[in-house]
Every structure is written in structure tokens, then in C-alpha cells.
């Protein structure tokens, strides 16, 4: 089954710097399964997000390429997703990157 992978940015991204490098292993990678990535993406439709880079907002998730999720859009994640045992993980991920108020990095298929 293919993947999405969501890892914890140490330091903040930077402006100007595309992040194209599939580097999972770096920010300690999650996987999450397509099927339930496909089913959340109508939900993220309102959720401001960055493609490959902080100068391209965006919203949603890059879903075949690389989102950078600021902490106010991983907490909006974490709320919706609330509740799905499926996407624990996940959600335990995004509240700690809120709680330490860093970014997220989504890797897409």
C-alpha cells in the first residue's frame, strides 16, 4: 500500500529554500496510509499550507509532493482528524509539533 510521510522540522524552514529532497529519515518520518490520507484531503480544503516552499502557499497537502505545515495548520489538522483511530500517529505527531511550535513535513506520494 503506498505511503505519505510526516516528520517533525527541528529548525523552521526558510524563505527562499525549496525543500524537494525526499529525505524522510531526517525529521524521524511517520508513515500514514493513502486510503486515509485520500479520505482527509476534501477536509483540508481550507487549510493554508506551503508547497515545497515558504514563498508558495498553498492549501491542502502536496499530495505527490512536499508540504511544509506551519503549527497554526497542524493544530486545524489535529482537530479534524480527533477521534480517528486510524490517524493516531498522526495526531500525536501534529500536537507535538504545535506544543514545540514547529513545522511539518509532508512527504506525498
Known amino acids: 500500500m ?13 524563505k527562499g529554500v525549496r525543500y524537494d529532497e525526499f529525505e524522510p529519515e531526517k525529521y524521524d518520518c511517520i508513515d500514514v496510509d493513502d486510503d486515509f490520507i485520500e479520505r482527509l484531503c476534501p477536509m483540508l480544503m481550507e487549510i493554508p499550507t506551503y508547497y ?3 514563498d508558495k502557499l498553498d492549501y491542502n497537502l502536496a499530495y505527490c509532493g512536499i508540504t511544509l505545515i506551519p503549527p497554526q495548520s497542524s493544530s486545524a489538522i489535529s482537530e479534524i482528524i480527533a ?3 486510524d490517524l493516531q ?19 506525498g506520494l
Open 2 to 14: 503506498a505511503k505519505h510521510q510526516f516528520g517533525i522540522m527541528e529548525t523552521p524552514p526558510q
Open 52 to 54: 515545497h516552499t515558504l
Open 83 to 85: 477521534g480517528n483511530i
Open 89 to 107: 500517529n498522526l495526531k500525536i505527531l501534529l500536537d507535538k509539533a504545535v506544543k514545540e511550535n514547529k513545522f511539518v513535513i509532508h512527504y
